[in-house]
């Protein structure tokens, strides 16, 4: 993991002031965030709220209205060649090729950045997301799930070192959940800086180091869970018997195909370290 | 980052030719119009027409050939909406390529259905009795018009495969395109035409080009109708090259 810029390592993502309006409608009215390198950062927010926007702006598809915004220590503006060298995105639909293959779609984003050996790369990652039965298939045959790794496995190669999930889980089963966190928590142990947009509370409590609420245009909350949780009214004590939730249930009688290691009951939640 | 123009415009390239190969009806839809069209007006209508060809199918098929380029880009127009629409095109364009080459790659491949696609009709014309004493340089002539000309109606296409909403208005914008060749001297002499339609037909692009590929492949002297044909192609090229590039670049925020 290369990181370019070494002499002065700012944050990951610095985003000061951003404004985005569709027309009359204010979608972001001054946002402001900053990223640790290599720590997990989630953007919380529901339906509309202007969450995707950020991602698209960071990611040099979109001109925000007004603000500077920096990733990797480049200004999303003057550099944007640099930043879209140092990103990669992994958009709320999953960006893949149905008519080529698993490998061919790999591939594909390999040569398009001008890798060497762009088969060996495309064959690590088909082992590395448990697709290599299905390398040769066409896309248009895969599950949902399956999508999603490839879609994640193209957004890993050429290691950038910051990489934007829009929704990574929206529409998965929960075995796919489970593997698409999966991934994303190697990611960050490996020093990736990750910022992930989600609407599932859960999502960001398994994942972030950081939280950060978007509301109204707005970042209305920043910190990480257990700053979060101290804003709240004082905890009470109350005694429930512990059902299993239909989540395990359900893991329970599907099994897990082996696929995940720690995803059997013991899903306790702790944070990453 | 324009360093990388041609590799990643081969690379792409390859992904859609690869995508044409895996589906090979849109080779056939396009081309079975064009076909019917040339098996109707030859063996249904053509014995009525007075096209002052000793053959009909020798007259007819310059104006088949329009009309097939013009259905085969409404797939470029698709293939382009369907790249906007799923995510891969927002991947590219995050992607540390030379953005113009997502464009472009749609472009060539265009170039390359529509080869494949005319080819096709020139060997079923060839089947029902086509036949040229033209030498080399001349089909090289009619060879660069149609791809002129291809090009031209590509760009046009490439306008609505950045813009249409849906599936249905992004192929809409071909019809008029393949309805242009009937109101031109494509099936027959524009001379019997009333004095308004027949104004049209003689000034229209379609009319000139017609001619042309014509008057190439049966050896017969192109004068300078030829020169306004490039004229048209070149100029309807240019301008839709312009205002695609323009819708382009808004959609990417470059």
Known sequence: ?273 | MTKHFLGDTAVLLGRSLRHIARSPDTIITTTIMPISLLLLFVYVFGGAIKSGSHSYVDYLLPGILLITIASGISYTAFRLFLDMKSGIFERFQSMPIARSSVLWAHVLTSLVANLISLLVVVLVALLMGFRSGAGVLPWLAVAGILILFTLALTWIAVIPGLTAKSADGVSAFSYPLIFLPFISSAFVPTDTMPGPVRAFADYQPVTYVINAIRDLYTQRPVGTGIWIALAWCVGILIVAHLFARVIYRRRIAW
């Open chain 1, 1 to 273: 993991m290369q990181t370019t810029a070494s002499q002065v390592p700012g944050p990951a993502i610095h985003v000061q002031g951003l404004l985005k309006s569709y027309k009359k409608l204010e979608v972001l009215r001054g946002v402001d965030f900053d990223v640790a390198r290599g720590s997990i950062f989630a953007l919380l927010g529901s339906n509309g709220a202007g969450k995707t926007t950020v991602v698209n702006i960071l990611s040099t598809l979109l001109k925000a209205d007004a603000g500077t915004a920096s990733v990797n220590d480049f200004d999303i503006v003057a550099h944007a060649a640099d930043v879209r060298q140092s990103i990669s995105l992994t958009g709320q639909f999953a960006a893949v090729d149905e008519i080529l293959s698993g490998r061919e779609n790999l591939v594909l984003v390999a040569r398009l950045r001008h890798l060497q050996a762009p088969g060996v790369i495309a064959d690590a990652l088909l082992a590395r997301f448990s697709l290599t039965d299905a390398a040769a298939r066409r896309v248009s045959t895969y599950s949902g799930g399956m999508r999603r790794r490839l879609d994640i496995a193209m957004s890993l190669i050429g290691n950038p070192p910051v990489i934007f999930l829009d929704e990574p889980t929206a529409g998965l089963d929960p075995q796919g959940r489970l593997d698409v966190w999966q991934a994303v928590k190697e990611l960050a142990g490996q020093g990736t800086t990750v910022l992930l947009t989600t609407q599932y509370l859960d999502e960001a409590e398994q994942l972030a180091d950081r939280i950060a609420i978007l509301h109204g245009g707005r970042i209305i909350v920043n910190g990480t869970l257990a700053e979060l949780k101290q804003k709240l009214p004082p905890v009470k004590v109350e005694y429930v018997e512990k059902q299993p939730t239909l989540e395990d249930v359900f893991l329970a009688m599907v099994g897990d195909d082996g696929k995940n290691d720690d995803a059997g009951d013991d899903r306790s939640g702790g944070t990453r370290n």
